[in-house]
Each structure stands twice: as C-alpha cells, then as structure tokens.
C-alpha cells in the first residue's frame, strides 16, 4: 500500500493497484530490454523509460494525456506510428484509440487536434512521449 500526499500517488505510483486506483489507463506487461522495455508481442515497440525499472517491475503505464501528437517532430524520445482506432468525446477533449505494431493506447487529445490536422477515426498519426512519462511497477 501506497501512502503520501494526492500529487504523489498521482504522479509517481509504486504499485499497479496504486496507479489504477489514481486512474492510470495504458496499463500494459513488458519485456525488459538493455536500456528499453518492450510493450507487446515480439518485436512489439521499444520504450525508453527516463530510468529502468527494479528487476521485479513488469508492468508499466502510460497517462493518456502524457501521449502527444508528434506534429514536425516534436522531439519526444519515444515516437511511434499509429493508427487513430477510435475516437470518443469527453466534452472539450477527445479520447483518442491508438494502434502501434499490435500495442493499444489511449491518449486525451483537444478537440482542436483534430480540426487543425484533419485527423480522423483510420488515420495514420506520428505520437510521442517522454522517458519521464514512464511509470513502472
């Protein structure tokens, strides 16, 4: 059991059952790599995470707001091509499916992404996030 401050549990989980109690989605098992982890069935895709993780760490989360659209290549570490799966309201921001060499996420997107880029439901993204964004239990 977790113990701390609202921001702490929220930012910086230490368990599974800790990070789904705050909310966190894009829960997934990994592949300890080198210097990476890797998400999905072989070769899956590679993160980098901003540290790795101890050696009884398999599962790792992602927040959806942490998964940006790389437009001109924001200089996020971890960037992926993906497919846009679905896409469902949540008032002025859009939860957004995304599909990555057979690896599922969600991002929460506004609304304005998809006006200004012309994004829709089977198309084709670049998205990205940081090594710090990586959480791991």
């Known amino acids: ?8 549990l929220f930012e910086r989980p230490v368990s599974e059952f ?7 989605k894009n ?10 982890l890797y998400l999905g069935e072989d070769p899956g895709i590679r993160v980098v995470p901003a540290r790795m993780p101890g050696p009884d760490a398999r599962t790792m989360g992602i927040r959806p707001e942490d998964i940006g659209l790389d437009i001109h290549g ?3 570490e971890n960037r992926f091509p993906a497919k846009i ?14 599909e990555m060499n057979g690896v599922c996420l969600e991002a929460v ?12 439901e089977g ?3 670049v998205v990205g996030f940081h090594p710090r964004a990586v959480h791991s239990f």
Request: aromatic letters at 12%; hydrophobic letters at 35%; glycine letters at 14%.
């Open 123 to 125: 198309g084709q993204v």
């Open 109 to 120: 997107w506004p609304r304005s992404y998809f006006k200004d880029h012309g994004l829709a």
């Open 18 to 24: 800790t990070a789904q109690f705050v909310g966190m």
């Open 27 to 36: 829960l997934s098992k990994f592949r300890p790599g080198e210097d990476c």
């Open 74 to 76: 924001a200089g996020f």
């Open 85 to 98: 799966t679905h896409i469902s309201s949540q008032g002025m921001f859009l939860n957004v499916g995304l």
């Open 1 to 8: 059991i977790q113990q701390g401050r609202v921001d702490d």
